[in-house]
């Protein structure tokens, strides 16, 4: 399979999350780099939610996520150092669709292992197909379980 681009998860992702308020962040002279793709309000939340999306393959038992730049790295760690929230969605693509799993207010020691995956049991399943025999109408997007994985 070739290269999949991260814009057909952005697209993906934006055709499920229906009203709930979200902002794309576009990478443009003078920004700031690093700065996550998403800005999305998770039901009942007061601030938004910093989300950097990622590609994903499954590489023996680990899922691993497209390049992961220093500068997201650093972003990241620097918002939890100040007390934030955010997260990691990498997207999997899949003969159904796309399965999305989280990676809840990623430290730096954990992000800067990216290119060996992730666990499994570092990540929550956001979407997931609700009947794998419909196809890819069926895949749903769990913004609860988005939100009870983030501590929220």
Same mark, same amino acid.
């Given at each position: 399979?070739?290269?999949?681009?991260?814009? $057909?998860?952005?697209?993906?992702?934006?055709?499920?999350? =229906?009203?709930?308020?979200?902002?794309?962040?576009?990478?443009?002279?003078?920004?700031?780099?690093?700065?996550? !793709?998403?800005?999305?309000?998770?039901?009942?939340?007061?601030?938004?939610?910093?989300?950097?999306?990622?590609?994903?393959?499954?590489?023996? !038992?680990?899922?691993?996520?497209?390049?992961?730049?220093?500068?997201?790295?650093?972003?990241?760690?620097?918002?939890?150092?100040?007390?934030g929230?955010?997260? #990691?969605?990498? =997207? +999997?693509p899949?003969?159904?669709?796309?399965?999305?799993?989280?990676l809840a207010?990623?430290?730096? !020691?954990?992000?800067?292992?990216w290119?060996? =995956?992730?666990?499994?049991?570092?990540?929550?399943? +956001?979407a997931?197909?609700?009947n794998?025999?419909?196809?890819?109408?069926?895949?749903? #997007? $769990?913004?609860?379980?988005?939100?009870?994985c983030?501590?929220m």
């Amino acid at each position: 399979m070739g290269r999949i681009p991260e814009q $057909d998860l952005r697209g993906w992702l934006n055709g499920r999350l =229906g009203s709930t308020w979200r902002t794309w962040v576009e990478p443009t002279a003078g920004s700031t780099t690093g700065t996550p !793709d998403l800005l999305i309000l998770l039901p009942g939340q007061a601030l938004p939610l910093p989300v950097e999306l990622k590609v994903a393959r499954v590489v023996r !038992d680990r899922l691993r996520p497209s390049h992961v730049r220093p500068a997201q790295v650093r972003w990241h760690e620097e918002l939890a150092r100040s007390g934030g929230k955010s997260c #990691l969605l990498l =997207g +999997v693509p899949s003969s159904i669709g796309w399965m999305a799993y989280v990676l809840a207010s990623p430290r730096l !020691d954990v992000l800067r292992s990216w290119r060996s =995956g992730f666990h499994p049991g570092q990540l929550t399943c +956001v979407a997931r197909p609700a009947n794998p025999a419909i196809g890819v109408a069926s895949l749903v #997007l $769990d913004l609860a379980g988005w939100k009870r994985c983030m501590g929220m």
